[in-house]
């Protein structure tokens, strides 16, 4: 017996020590997400505290190797970027795309955080904020190991169920102290081809998109049941939520919400590797946090990739995919369609963020698309109406789907109606 005990001790204060260690790991991956959410909510004194009580931090990386000075820069907190910089932030860090903190700011068209970046040395590597426009940047080419997620890396023990749909549920977890969306699908579906099909269509899809207006894709579990498909957590909910809550928004903020989803799409649809996303509606558009200053275009399980040979081809396919009361003429009718399904359901939303109710709103959803599908429209009643956005609705669900603009076209329509709103305040981020 005796002879066993020095053994046994040795083990005891070997686990203590691993354990230990653990959660010492744990404290720091979670101070690593807290410096880079409070530099994203532009909380400088916050920042402050943490650099305060460990100076490391300044260094750290999130998933995509960005540092709190890139996340800074993208948005043009002054405050924060100046308090990071007093603490040694590498001016020069580069994410996993090869950009500066510089190219972020530059592709975020933010003046005063460019000044003061070139002041201290800042240089555009990478990208240079290429990334921002409508031309699709690829990642680079995926190996399945880089984002091939171990199941025993999710972290279910505080989860909540987020959305729930036919194939299983969305939870808020958390992978290597980040809150993380998990898609997963029902065990019952794991064996079913169809389901494995879209399933693998949909993380085929979205491990080639990076845009700050589409929901990141952050790995996925597809070796293993149940599968399941990881994204970023975003605290905001969704643009359903916020319209029932909120009503009919300001003119600005509608503007801004729609400048936001045209950017996604205006990227989706660049041409010659069109994604026609086939199902926007407003429980596909996220809010970034709960300020409301950000929007994100998720859910790709119905989205389609195409090659386009030349620009007028009318893409072979026909069906009823999407939702009914957002759904284009064309795609109730079974008829031959193409990316300007995206417009139309585009203009759906903005009619639901001026007038307040979803399009259509005293029909059930099928008798409201076969009742667009005759050639009717939801009608306008807010007074005061900006007259500019009203005829943009309206060309955005022309019957003859060429008649409707491109994303790229609403996008310059978009900036000019903003440009002669007056100024909102809740707004003015965006002109940092």
């Given at each position: 017996?005796?002879?066993?005990?020095?053994?046994?001790?040795?083990?005891?204060?070997?686990?203590?020590?691993?354990?230990?260690?653990?959660?010492?790991?744990?404290?720091?991956?979670?101070?690593?997400?807290?410096?880079?959410?409070?530099?994203?909510?532009?909380?400088?004194?916050?920042?402050?505290?943490?650099?305060?009580?460990?100076?490391?931090?300044?260094?750290?990386?999130?998933?995509?190797?960005?540092?709190?000075?890139?996340?800074?820069?993208?948005?043009?907190?002054?405050?924060?970027?100046?308090?990071?910089?007093?603490?040694?932030?590498?001016?020069?860090?580069?994410?996993?795309?090869?950009?500066?903190?510089?190219?972020?700011?530059?592709?975020?068209?933010?003046?005063?955080?460019?000044?003061?970046?070139?002041?201290?040395?800042?240089?555009?590597?990478?990208?240079?904020?290429?990334?921002?426009?409508?031309?699709?940047?690829?990642?680079?080419?995926?190996?399945?190991?880089?984002?091939?997620?171990?199941?025993?890396?999710?972290?279910?023990?505080?989860?909540?169920?987020?959305?729930?749909?036919?194939?299983?549920?969305?939870?808020?977890?958390?992978?290597?102290?980040?809150?993380?969306?998990?898609?997963?699908?029902?065990?019952?579906?794991?064996?079913?081809?169809?389901?494995?099909q879209d399933f693998r269509h949909e993380v085929n899809l979205l491990v080639k998109l990076r845009h700050p207006n589409i929901v990141q894709f952050l790995g996925a579990v597809t070796d293993k049941k149940p599968l399941m498909l990881i994204t970023e957590y975003l605290r905001g909910g969704d643009l359903h939520q916020y319209l029932k809550e909120k009503g009919s928004l300001s003119p600005s903020t509608a503007v801004n919400f729609a400048l936001d989803i045209a950017r996604g799409m205006a990227y989706l649809h660049n041409e010659p590797n069109v994604i026609i996303h086939r199902d926007l509606?407003?429980?596909?558009?996220?809010?970034?946090?709960?300020?409301?200053?950000?929007?994100?275009?998720?859910?790709?399980?119905?989205?389609?990739?195409?090659?386009?040979?030349?620009?007028?081809?009318?893409?072979?396919?026909?069906?009823?995919?999407?939702?009914?009361?957002?759904?284009?003429?064309?795609?109730?009718?079974?008829?031959?369609?193409?990316?300007?399904?995206?417009?139309?359901?585009?203009?759906?939303?903005?009619?639901?963020?001026?007038?307040?109710?979803?399009?259509?709103?005293?029909?059930?959803?099928?008798?409201?698309?076969?009742?667009?599908?005759?050639?009717?429209?939801?009608?306008?009643?807010?007074?005061?109406?900006?007259?500019?956005?009203?005829?943009?609705?309206?060309?955005?669900?022309?019957?003859?789907?060429?008649?409707?603009?491109?994303?790229?076209?609403?996008?310059?329509?978009?900036?000019?109606?903003?440009?002669?709103?007056?100024?909102?305040?809740?707004?003015?981020?965006?002109?940092?």
């Amino acid at each position: 017996m005796s002879s066993d005990a020095p053994e046994s001790a040795a083990s005891a204060s070997c686990s203590a020590s691993s354990d230990k260690d653990k959660q010492k790991e744990k404290a720091r991956v979670n101070r690593t997400s807290l410096i880079l959410w409070h530099a994203h909510q532009n909380d400088a004194a916050a920042v402050r505290k943490l650099l305060e009580e460990d100076r490391s931090l300044v260094q750290a990386r999130d998933y995509d190797k960005r540092t709190p000075l890139h996340v800074a820069s993208l948005h043009g907190w002054i405050d924060v970027a100046k308090c990071l910089i007093e603490y040694g932030a590498d001016i020069n860090a580069q994410d996993r795309w090869k950009n500066t903190p510089l190219a972020d700011a530059e592709g975020a068209k933010k003046h005063s955080m460019i000044e003061l970046l070139k002041s201290y040395g800042g240089l555009s590597y990478g990208q240079n904020g290429s990334h921002f426009e409508p031309k699709p940047v690829p990642p680079p080419l995926p190996n399945k190991c880089d984002w091939e997620i171990e199941p025993s890396e999710l972290d279910f023990s505080n989860s909540a169920i987020i959305g729930k749909g036919s194939f299983g549920e969305i939870l808020k977890a958390h992978w290597r102290g980040t809150p993380v969306a998990v898609k997963r699908i029902l065990p019952s579906l794991s064996d079913d081809r169809l389901v494995i099909q879209d399933f693998r269509h949909e993380v085929n899809l979205l491990v080639k998109l990076r845009h700050p207006n589409i929901v990141q894709f952050l790995g996925a579990v597809t070796d293993k049941k149940p599968l399941m498909l990881i994204t970023e957590y975003l605290r905001g909910g969704d643009l359903h939520q916020y319209l029932k809550e909120k009503g009919s928004l300001s003119p600005s903020t509608a503007v801004n919400f729609a400048l936001d989803i045209a950017r996604g799409m205006a990227y989706l649809h660049n041409e010659p590797n069109v994604i026609i996303h086939r199902d926007l509606k407003p429980r596909n558009v996220l809010l970034v946090n709960s300020s409301a200053d950000h929007l994100k275009v998720g859910d790709f399980g119905l989205s389609k990739l195409i090659k386009v040979q030349n620009s007028h081809d009318v893409y072979k396919m026909t069906g009823e995919t999407g939702s009914y009361r957002y759904m284009a003429p064309e795609v109730f009718k079974h008829r031959k369609y193409d990316k300007k399904v995206d417009v139309f359901s585009f203009a759906m939303i903005l009619y639901e963020m001026l007038e307040g109710d979803p399009p259509l709103s005293t029909y059930e959803p099928y008798e409201a698309a076969k009742y667009v599908a005759e050639g009717h429209r939801p009608f306008f009643r807010s007074k005061g109406l900006i007259t500019e956005l009203k005829e943009l609705t309206e060309q955005c669900w022309a019957t003859d789907m060429n008649q409707r603009p491109s994303f790229l076209e609403i996008l310059k329509r978009l900036e000019k109606i903003k440009e002669n709103l007056p100024s909102d305040h809740h707004w003015n981020i965006f002109n940092a």
